[in-house]
């Protein structure tokens, strides 16, 4: 793709193939903004499928490097051999979005950074470094997503920080299935540990009664997360909040994960998309 705007419809209909439910939130981004919006969402939604979609860590390694790459050199697009189209269409949008808005480079590096543990199977040892995880893959994801949204943004590092938790503990609640069969685990080994539970066993699935407690427990948590993250959003100004909300509707969906993960702590979840559309449209009226 030779032509920029070429780049930025790509972006979009990658969006909605990557992710369905987070296209749809970025549906309601004020038009003015919102193909600036959906761009970094796809660059977001494309970094985050890296780990699922190469055979050998190595090939994530690459890739990763490769954004990091693309993110660090402010004239990856524009000098010869590299104009826009030639890195790709959704790193050429990427690039016009983090000029346009000013994007910091030490917040996007580690957004990247941070999906390096996504390709191994090295367990999540603790509380602490899930925060760090939750706070270098989502939180900074929803600063950047505001300040797209809205150029007046004050500080809003709680509401991002209670936000990520609670986006992130949903998410990997509800696939705990899923990668603990692949031995892949996200949520913190700490929590299972207080409830008498090593790797081992959770892989093994030894003791399913004390795995659900251990999962009612996060999933308490979470939602503790995502009271405290509406909360902040409640005390944003109205003409502010209605302009970034876009960027957390992704919480409506979380809470159906959390609710459905309590009222069935260690079963194998799936959640209907239109239930997931439902739940955003629902907030995008409340805010």
């Known amino acids: 793709m030779s032509d920029l705007h070429d780049a930025f419809a790509f972006c979009?209909?990658?969006?909605?193939?990557?992710?369905?439910?987070?296209?749809?939130?970025?549906?309601?981004?004020?038009?003015?903004?919102?193909?600036?919006?959906?761009?970094?969402?796809?660059?977001?939604?494309?970094?985050?499928?890296?780990?699922?979609?190469?055979?050998?860590?190595?090939?994530?390694?690459?890739?990763?490097?490769?954004?990091?790459?693309?993110?660090?050199?402010?004239?990856?697009?524009?000098?010869?051999?590299?104009?826009?189209?030639n890195v790709g269409p959704v790193a050429s949008a990427l690039k016009a979005v983090q000029r346009r808005h000013a994007l910091p480079i030490d917040r996007l590096v580690p957004i990247i950074e941070a999906r390096r543990f996504d390709l191994y199977n090295d367990p999540m040892p603790d509380m602490p470094h899930f925060e760090t995880y939750a706070g270098e893959t989502e939180a900074l994801a929803l600063m950047l997503s505001a300040q797209i949204l809205c150029k007046d943004v004050a500080d809003i590092s709680g509401l991002c920080g209670h936000a990520a938790m609670a986006i992130c503990l949903a998410q990997h609640l509800f696939d705990w299935p899923q990668n603990v069969e692949r031995q892949k685990l996200f949520l913190p080994a700490d929590a299972f540990a207080a409830h008498g539970l090593a790797q081992a066993d959770l892989i093994a699935d030894k003791s399913k009664a004390n795995v659900a407690a251990a999962l009612l427990t996060l999933s308490e948590l979470a939602e503790m997360h995502h009271a405290k993250a509406m909360a902040e959003l409640k005390l944003v100004p109205k003409d502010v909040r209605s302009q970034i909300a876009p960027a957390f509707l992704r919480l409506a969906p979380a809470r159906l994960m959390i609710r459905m993960r309590q009222k069935h702590p260690a079963r194998l979840l799936r959640l209907a998309r239109w239930r997931c559309y439902g739940s955003i449209w629902r907030m995008a009226a409340a805010v």
């Open 12 to 85: 979009q209909s990658e969006l909605k193939r990557l992710d369905p439910v987070r296209y749809f939130a970025s549906l309601t981004a004020p038009e003015a903004v919102r193909a600036d919006f959906l761009a970094f969402q796809c660059f977001l939604a494309d970094v985050a499928v890296i780990p699922t979609r190469v055979s050998e860590s190595a090939m994530g390694e690459i890739r990763l490097t490769w954004w990091r790459d693309i993110v660090a050199d402010a004239n990856v697009d524009q000098s010869p051999g590299n104009e826009v189209g």
